[in-house]
């Protein structure tokens, strides 16, 4: 048995608030939100990170991104701005170790990041 919290999400063992799901993938909120609008898109399928994609999962993570457009329309922050972000392994501050792109916005984000 996966004991990965995403992957226990993706199969609806854990609740979330889920905005979008469909086969490949599935979009929710973030429980600790760092900004008015946080939502997190995941694979349903477990990639470990960023790191761990491989070139067969080239077409999913298009998916994602184009996931992570439609929640942001949806969301209505597409016009005002928004920021993708995903965290790869400790220095970059990755806690759930199952690929996940974050979605930030519905404020004025600072750059450089932190
Ligand atoms: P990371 O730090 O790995 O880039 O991001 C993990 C994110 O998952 C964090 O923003 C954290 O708040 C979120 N998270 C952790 N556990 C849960 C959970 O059980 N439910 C939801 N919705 N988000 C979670
Ligand atoms: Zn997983």
């Not at 905005?19 to 929710?28: Q, S, T």
């Not at 298009?62 to 329309?73: C, I, Q, S, T």
């Not at 996940?100 to 600072?110: K, M, S, T, Y």
Request: aromatic share 6%; proline share 5%; glycine share 10%.
């Amino acid at each position: 048995m996966c004991g990965c919290i995403f992957c226990k999400m993706a199969s609806r063992e854990i609740p979330a608030n889920i905005l979008y799901e469909d086969d490949l993938c599935m979009v929710f909120e973030d429980i600790n939100p760092q900004a008015p609008i946080h939502l997190l898109v995941i694979p349903k399928k477990h990639i470990t990170s960023l790191n761990d994609a491989g070139d067969e999962d080239g077409a999913l993570l298009g998916h994602l991104l184009g996931a992570v457009a439609r929640a942001a329309k949806e969301k209505k922050i597409d016009g005002s701005g928004y920021r993708t972000v995903i965290n790869t392994n400790a220095e970059a501050g990755q806690t759930v170790f199952h690929l996940h792109i974050h979605v930030l916005g519905g404020r004025r984000l600072g750059w450089p990041p932190g």
